[in-house]
Structures are given as C-alpha cells and as structure tokens.
C-alpha cells in the first residue's frame, strides 16, 4: 500500500532561524540560549525607596513607582503610610517595541481621586548599560528624586538600576513585562508568567488484605458474610464477598492504588457485611497512614501485620470507640517503589523509570528545546468586538513540566526560551502543547468557569533524533474538531539531543523497557487502565492547585487521558496501519506467486539455482538472510527519514473522516446525544462487530479443522491423515533429507504447463474436515 504524503499546509518545514545571536562554531553553538533567537530587554529593577515626602494633610504617604517608556506604563503595588517603602520588583520592556528615548521612573502617592505627584528619576536611552550573563547583576543606585517641570532635586531617594539585556537575565522570567500592560490584578500577571513544574512522586501503593479474625455481626445469631472496602481518597477497591458460615473469613486479595508524595490522606479499611440486597453494615475499620508503610524496591515480600479494628457505637448521643470490640484483620502493606507509575500512554511515555530513586541508572544524555515563535495563530476569543489569542506553550519530558510566559493580544508570538531535561532513555516522547489563556483578568467572574483552549499539540520521540545535531522546523498545529481537522497555526521549535555516552545509549536498547517488577510481578490489563486513570486525576488535582496553576485541562490533554474511547475514525486508521504493515507480506506473496507462474522465465530460473544452493549447502541458509537484510538496510540509508516525524492527517483518516463520526467521537461518556442518533450509531456498530465476528469464526473454524484431523471427530478423514502420516515417516526415513527437499522445491515452482486451476488435494481434504461450527446455536 502506498503511503500517500500530506497536504502541503499540514506539513513539517525546516527552517534556518539566527539562533543565539549568530554565534555558531561548526555545528555546536555556543551563546548562553544557543536554540532561541535572541530578544533585547531594557530591564528597570525598583528596589526601595526613602525619606519620601508626605503629601496629605496626616504627614505621611502610600507611596507606588510608575515606570514609563513610550505608550507603555508599568506600577508597583503600593504601601500603605510608609515613606521607606521596599518593592523589589523588575520591569521588562521589549526592545522593539520601544518607541521613546527616555525612560521616566515616577514615585506618586495614592489618593482616591487623583494620585499625587512625589518625584522622578529620567534615563536617556542611548547611555544605559548592557549586561548578558554570566557577568554578575548590576548593583542599584540610590537616585535623588527630581521636580518634573524643573530639574530641581527634591526630597527623597529611589534605589534603581537600569540595564539592556536579553532574555537569558535571570530577572526575566518573574519580571513585568511590557507585553503584559493590559493584564490586571497580580492574580492576572501571575497567570502570564513562565513556570517550571514538578509532578508529583506517584507509587504503587499494594494492599494485600489476608484475613480477619473474630468479626462481630451486628445481628447476634448469624455469620457475617464480610468484605472489605479499602479507600484513598476518591479510590475505593472492594474484595470479594466471603459467603463461607464463619467469623474468621478468608480473602488474599491484592487491592492496587496510587498515592501521591506528600502524603496527605490515610488508607481507610472498613469491613462490611452484606445483609441483604446492596445494604452493608461495618463490622469495624481501621486507619493507615502512609507515611508509616513499609517501602518496597524489589520481588522480596514485607512483613504482615495484624491491625485491631475500631467500631464507634453510640453513647448519650456521641460516636464513641467501643472498648470492649477486639476484632482484627490481617494485612500486607507495602509502597511499591520497583513499578513505574504510568500516568502517560504507554506509546507516548517520556519517562520510564521506577518510583525509588535508588533504582534509577545515572542519565544518558540531555535533551534541549527552545521556542521560538508561532505564526498564523487562528482567533481563539472575541474582546472588544474582534478576535484575539492571547497564546502559551506547554512541554512535558518526564517529572518536568515547563509553561512559557503568555503573549498577550498576538497571532505571531514570539517566545525565545530555552529548557533543558536529563535524559534516562532515549525511546522516550517529549510533548509540546499551544494554548490560549482564558485567565488573564483577576476578579473576572467569566475567566473563573473559562478553560484555556487548545490551539495544539506536537510529540517528539528522541530515538528519531541524531545525536548533537540541531533541529530547526516549523511543525503544523493541527486541532480535531467536530467539524474536521483544522490547522490552528504553526510553532517554531529547535531541538537538540547531546548524548554522554553512546556506549551507554546503544546499551539501552538491550534493557527491558519498563523496570523488572512489571515483568516478575505484572499488573493486569484492567489494573493499568484504572491505575492510569488514577494517576493522571492525582497530577491533574496537584498541578492545578501550583501558582500558577497548570489547569486540569491543560494536563488532560498533554496526558492524552481520553485516548482510550471508541472512535470510529481511529479503528479505521488502525486496520489500514495493520494492513500497511501486512502489505509487505502480500507483496512477498504476489513476487512468489509471479516466480511459480514464471511471469519471468528468468527470475524463475535464478531462484531455482538458489534454491539448490541452499538446499544442498544448509549452513549458508541464515548467513544468505541475514547478509539480504543488511544490505535492505544500507540501500535504504540513502532515503533515511531527515526530519522528525510529525502528526499525519492521511495516517489518522482525520481529513476523511465522516461528519457523524467526528461527532460520535466528541461525543460524551455516557452519551448525550438524542435517543434516534444513537440507535442509528449502535445499528451501524453491530454491523461492523458482525463482520467481525465472522472472520474470528472462519479463524476458529481452521484452528479446530487442524485439532480435528487427530480427533476421529470425522474417523475416514483421521484414518486417511494417520495412514498418510506413517507412509510419510517411512518415506523420509529411508529417503535424504535434501532430495525431499529438492523434489518440494521443484513442484512448488514447477512450470505453468503443469498446473491446473482446481485446488490442490491436501487443500481439497482440509477444508473437508469438521470444526465445532455444527455446535453452535
């Protein structure tokens, strides 16, 4: 099957960008942020202030600094009767956006109905420093304040400095920035700023519930038929019921959650009897905390230990423990620090190590992105009568998340920030997700329901990545939508993969992919999807509660957590996958077909030659394969992918896709569609599960036939196999291997002439044979 390419607007494009101010030796640059372009800053940090004059007739005053360049104007918060205020804050404006030659730093005393004037401290453009790291900050200077009709000096002091600089300052990234003149609040320009994030330590938490021993039913006279409920959190497991007439029941259950560090709720164990229908009465619990479970890092079991249960009864009207209630149950519990938690997909996991950091290998190498821009950016809201996109990046490479600063009110936002990760395994995916901010106002009772929208994604998986090189490429920011895929715009990234050690990296490649205890000890299908679930609600609730937050839908998205719904458009991506993956197969086939049918006399007689060689020297049979697919691989070197691979529409039938099936796709779980829409879609879902059905009953009805021919199910059919087969161990006993194989060889590729079109005999007796389809209902 031909791979047909994508349209040209979905494609990748390389690109040259002046990364890191030009400075380039060979292939390495060398700048401090050598993958971004580099952006001039004038920098204005306000430190403090004294023996400023009051203006108001109680002899003090509440005391802010305004900082103006041009049309743009940055404020501190303000104090509140102090005339020695300290603010310790930084101003950034872009240099191409200045449009002024003097800077004006001005202290000003609040008042509700105009703000008094204090003083003022002037900077000619043309004579303030540069400054680019690692040369240490610029010490501030005290400043006398000056009258702003006259250059008379006045009272009080202002403690400022003032340099050029680019983004590589390390005041740049919690400074104001000029780009953020129209956010409002300090919630507001707290939602602008870039960020680094942790996600949270996550572990296995094991909880293997052995028995219980003297459980006390609450209706004297019967035998409790006990389980148990385990909570954390929202997490609740139950075990199975113990129907057995005692009061020491029995379960050896493994009960499986994921708890997060710091550990802030306990394990809730509470023992129930079921007494009637769906009603269950506790027979008592017991609480666990976390921080007091035994860790594990390998196969090797922990100790059990026996835990008294408490039952509350009640006294004068108050839930009091019962003092004379003496029932325990048995536990194994332990944290399992060998497992990783997965809270990504597993085809799109950027990190793979385990919990406990002992078990972790040293780093094989270090990953670096720089974003730089994105152009095209779609509308993503409406202000003031016209659309707008108020645009930030996401990255994700294991524990490390990464937020880029908000560029306010732009369709072409340019970023230029550079991140770093430590590498552990290079078949790994790093994922850089577009949003636009919904949350820039503070108090806007609009942005407390809004969620940032998705402008879109890209993945990077490391092992398509040559070492030490640096890739620059414009990747298509393409968004599924009810209505169809649609391009949101482009982003502009360079990334760059250094390896330590590449003795060390090829050795990876012989590892196990997960850590062993997935192997000694795996989880079950069904445990994985719902611990994933778990794992990525705990990321999600964690990050979100950051300052700033990371929102849950920011997260859900990067984690791809609705990945596993039915969608039409997917199953059928998948077939035409498998079949792309079995065309190769076919087309052996068909080559093999035209060489039995001597389509070409010449090939034919090659392959005869061939297949003698082989036949009577056996030992050159693998070397012959082996040496075929070695030079397959050198011949291919030549077409070898150049560019990372990016998101395919064709490949994900994205732009094929049928209207109805998009919107079944979007549809929400359960559905909230009309009962006729979705009678229709259940209709169309038993016919494709018919057809379905049908090829897993002809692949049941061969594997049986095959069972069948030693069964005596049909006895002259078994008779006939059973004669044949020990005519044919005489035969080959008495007869060398090599002329069975020769004599095999000739009639398989025997000529046309004597062929004919009807099936051969041994096919003719198979599907003669019966199968278990005559049993069915």
């Known amino acids: 099957m031909m791979h047909r390419p994508p349209p040209e607007d979905f494609s990748l494009k390389e690109t040259n960008p002046h990364l890191g101010g030009g400075k380039v030796t060979g292939d390495k640059l060398t700048s401090t942020y050598d993958l971004v372009e580099q952006m001039q800053y004038l920098y204005v940090r306000v430190v403090k202030a004294k023996d400023l004059p009051a203006k108001d007739v109680t002899g003090s005053c509440d005391p802010y600094v305004e900082v103006k360049l041009g049309n743009y104007k940055g404020t501190t918060r303000h104090f509140e009767k102090k005339s020695n205020p300290e603010w310790n804050q930084v101003f950034a404006f872009s240099k191409e956006r200045i449009q002024a030659s003097i800077l004006e730093v001005n202290v000003k005393d609040k008042d509700f109905v105009k703000d008094d004037f204090i003083g003022r401290v002037v900077f000619d453009l043309n004579e303030i420093p540069k400054r680019v790291p690692p040369d240490s900050p610029l010490a501030p200077q005290w400043y006398r304040l000056e009258d702003r009709k006259s250059d008379k000096l006045l009272k009080g002091e202002l403690m400022l400095a003032v340099w050029m600089g680019t983004q590589a300052d390390e005041a740049f990234p919690d400074a104001w920035h000029s780009d953020a003149a129209t956010v409002s609040g300090t919630d507001g320009l707290a939602n602008i700023r870039s960020k680094v994030y942790l996600s949270p330590k996550l572990w296995y938490l094991r909880v293997n519930v052995i028995e219980a021993q003297d459980l006390i039913p609450n209706q004297p006279g019967r035998f409790p038929e006990a389980h148990v409920k385990a909570s954390l959190g929202n997490q609740v497991l139950r075990t199975r019921i113990f129907s057995n007439r005692t009061i020491n029941p029995m379960w050896n259950e493994d009960l499986m959650f994921v708890a997060a560090e710091p550990f802030e709720e306990p394990l809730i164990l509470n023992v129930e009897d079921r007494v009637g229908g769906n009603k269950d009465e506790s027979l008592g619990r017991c609480i666990i905390f976390l921080q007091h479970v035994d860790r594990r890092l390998d196969h090797k079991p922990v100790l059990t230990r026996w835990h008294n249960l408490e039952r509350h009864v009640l006294v004068d009207g108050e839930k009091k423990k019962d003092p004379k209630f003496a029932s325990r149950i048995?536990?194994?519990?332990?944290?399992?620090?060998?497992?990783?938690?997965?809270?990504?997909?597993?085809?799109?996991?950027?990190?793979?190590?385990?919990?406990?950091?002992?078990?972790?290998?040293?780093?094989?190498?270090?990953?670096?992105?720089?974003?730089?821009?994105?152009?095209?950016?779609?509308?993503?809201?409406?202000?003031?009568?016209?659309?707008?996109?108020?645009?930030?990046?996401?990255?994700?490479?294991?524990?490390?998340?990464?937020?880029?600063?908000?560029?306010?009110?732009?369709?072409?936002?340019?970023?230029?920030?550079?991140?770093?990760?430590?590498?552990?395994?290079?078949?790994?995916?790093?994922?850089?997700?577009?949003?636009?901010?919904?949350?820039?106002?503070?108090?806007?009772?609009?942005?407390?329901?809004?969620?940032?929208?998705?402008?879109?994604?890209?993945?990077?998986?490391?092992?398509?990545?040559?070492?030490?090189?640096?890739?620059?490429?414009?990747?298509?920011?393409?968004?599924?939508?009810?209505?169809?895929?649609?391009?949101?715009?482009?982003?502009?990234?360079?990334?760059?993969?250094?390896?330590?050690s590449l003795l060390n990296m090829m050795h990876m490649y012989s590892h196990p992919l997960l850590p062993k205890m997935h192997y000694l000890h795996p989880l079950t299908v069904t445990q994985l999807d719902s611990l994933r679930h778990q794992a990525t609600q705990i990321v999600s609730m964690r990050l979100s509660r950051a300052e700033p937050p990371l929102r849950k839908e920011v997260v859900e998205y990067m984690l791809d957590v609705g990945s596993h719904m039915w969608s039409m458009r997917r199953s059928k991506a998948n077939f035409f996958r498998i079949m792309g993956v079995l065309s190769g197969l076919i087309a052996v086939g068909k080559w093999f077909d035209q060489i039995c049918n001597w389509k070409n006399p010449i090939t034919t007689v090659l392959i005869h030659i061939l297949f003698i060689i082989l036949v009577l020297y056996p030992e050159l049979i693998l070397p012959t394969i082996f040496l075929y697919l070695f030079l397959i691989g050198v011949w291919y070197y030549r077409w070898r992918p150049r560019h990372p691979p990016h998101m395919d529409t064709r490949l994900s039938h994205a732009d094929s896709a049928h209207p109805d099936e998009l919107d079944e796709e979007f549809d929400t779980f359960p559905t909230s569609r009309p009962s006729d829409i979705v009678r229709m879609r259940y209709d169309r879902l038993r016919s494709i599960a018919g057809r379905i059905q049908t090829v897993v009953g002809d692949l049941a009805t061969q594997g049986e036939r095959v069972q069948s021919l030693l069964s005596w199910r049909d006895p002259r059919a078994t008779a006939l196999f059973v004669i044949f087969c020990l005519v044919a161990a005489i035969v080959l006993y008495v007869t060398p291997f090599q002329v069975v194989a020769l004599l095999t060889g000739f009639y398989v590729l025997r000529h046309p002439r004597f062929r004919h079109k009807l099936p051969s005999v041994p096919l003719n007796f198979f599907r003669r044979l019966p199968a278990r389809t005559d049993c069915m209902l």
């Open 330 to 500: 048995h536990l194994r519990v332990c944290l399992e620090g060998g497992y990783h938690v997965l809270d990504e997909s597993t085809h799109y996991s950027s990190d793979l190590r385990p919990t406990a950091k002992p078990l972790w290998k040293s780093h094989i190498g270090v990953l670096e992105l720089g974003i730089l821009n994105a152009q095209g950016l779609m509308p993503m809201k409406t202000k003031d009568g016209r659309g707008t996109t108020d645009a930030y990046c996401v990255a994700k490479y294991g524990q490390k998340w990464i937020r880029t600063r908000t560029i306010i009110d732009s369709f072409t936002p340019k970023w230029n920030e550079q991140y770093t990760w430590e590498v552990f395994d290079p078949c790994t995916v790093l994922t850089i997700g577009v949003y636009d901010n919904c949350h820039l106002h503070s108090g806007d009772k609009a942005a407390g329901g809004a969620k940032d929208s998705r402008i879109g994604k890209v993945r990077i998986r490391l092992s398509t990545l040559e070492t030490d090189r640096v890739y620059t490429h414009s990747y298509p920011l393409l968004v599924l939508y009810p209505n169809g895929v649609k391009k949101m715009g482009e982003i502009h990234l360079a990334v760059r993969f250094t390896c330590s």
